[in-house]
């Protein structure tokens, strides 16, 4: 992700920066570590030059983070997919929101794989609210919970869960395990000898830096949803994957998040250009309402109202070269639920109030 976003700075100052100013990117490490990247974030909020705006990776450290920039009147790009339930103003939020993921994938795999899923997911907060839209809309489309399961972070044992899951006798897996987990239960669902024609895993998260990992052969057949996929047929796209390859190496794999820091970076440096003081971030959010670019998945538009990416939804199908042949997207960019209508249909917007 730092790789994408450093890959659009260097571009946007090719073009001429921004209003004639280049970009100076400045990166801090937190360790994984969200009390790191609250840290981090206070120490950059105290440099006057850097309190306006920055990125950030994890669910976990941008909740930590997000004190910190309202305090100090910041901008937070955040360009990761997370569960929703959340707004705040200084926060703009490119990556997918569950509905976005969802609401297509669900009646997809109810309709051409199968209607009983078992649950299997890393013990956090965003596997435990992404399933409960999960079975919302299983429920909608006439689909069974045959079992559930979260794991801690880092599991790579899965021979009791494979065993559940044969008992249970699911037409599909459906997993947001994340990290380490992922490679790990596919591999041993290789071995334990299941068989994607039969049941095959469907994930939100499992992405192409996940294959490579664990071996084509172990994820053919498999299936994700996402904004992106490294193959999708866009002349943008082609020049991300070119430069961004010709850049950090010809086989690096290229993920949705990646894409998502790329085009973040590419609309924070037009919100830049069109706000009339960088010194406010008042004026900086206003410059994101409505703005729209082209980006490597296609159109992405910031939503007026409630900070959050209209992106686009794809269904793709791991094939034997460890890439995604997309069966399903849509032709137009998806509105983002933070609060999704499926399961809070009456919520009160907070940007509305």
Not at 124 to 153: D, S
């Amino acid at each position: 992700m730092a790789n994408a976003a450093l890959l659009a700075i260097e571009e946007i100052n090719k073009n001429g920066g921004v209003n004639g100013k280049t970009i100076a990117p400045v990166q801090e490490d937190y360790a994984s570590e969200p009390s790191g990247a609250a840290t981090k974030a206070r120490s950059c909020s105290s440099r006057t030059r850097l309190r306006r705006s920055w990125a950030d990776t994890a669910p976990q450290a941008a909740q930590a983070m997000l004190p910190i920039v309202e305090q100090y009147k910041g901008v937070l790009v955040y360009p990761t997919y997370y569960e929703g339930e959340e707004y705040s103003k200084n926060i703009i939020y490119t990556g997918t929101t569950p509905n976005q993921q969802l609401q297509d994938f669900v009646p997809w795999l109810t309709k051409n794989v199968g209607k009983k899923v078992y649950f299997i997911g890393s013990d956090y907060v965003y596997p435990v609210e992404t399933n409960k839209q999960v079975k919302e809309l299983l429920k909608q489309n006439g689909g069974e919970v045959v079992g559930e399961q979260y794991v801690p972070l880092g599991q790579s044992e899965f021979a009791s869960v494979i065993n559940k899951i044969k008992e249970a006798k699911p037409d599909v897996i459906f997993s947001d395990l994340v990290g380490d987990s992922v490679a790990a239960f596919y591999k041993q669902y290789k071995s334990y000898g299941l068989d994607p024609a039969v049941m095959p895993i469907a994930s939100p998260v499992t992405a192409e830096s996940e294959i490579v990992s664990m071996g084509a052969d172990v994820a053919k057949g498999h299936i994700s949803s996402a904004a992106y996929f490294q193959t999708v047929d866009t002349p943008e796209n082609k020049k991300f994957v070119d430069a961004y390859q010709a850049k950090y190496g010809k086989t690096e794999p290229i993920t949705q998040v990646m894409e998502a820091s790329y085009f973040s970076t590419l609309l924070l440096a037009e919100a830049l250009k069109k706000a009339t003081d960088l010194t406010n971030s008042e004026t900086i959010i206003s410059a994101f309402a409505g703005l729209e670019i082209k980006a490597p998945q296609g159109t992405v538009k910031i939503d007026a109202e409630n900070n959050h990416a209209w992106l686009n939804s794809r269904i793709g199908k791991i094939n034997a070269s460890g890439q995604f042949e997309i069966v399903q997207s849509t032709t137009e960019p998806i509105y983002p639920e933070p609060w999704a209508k499926a399961l809070f249909p009456n919520h009160e917007e907070p940007w509305k109030k």
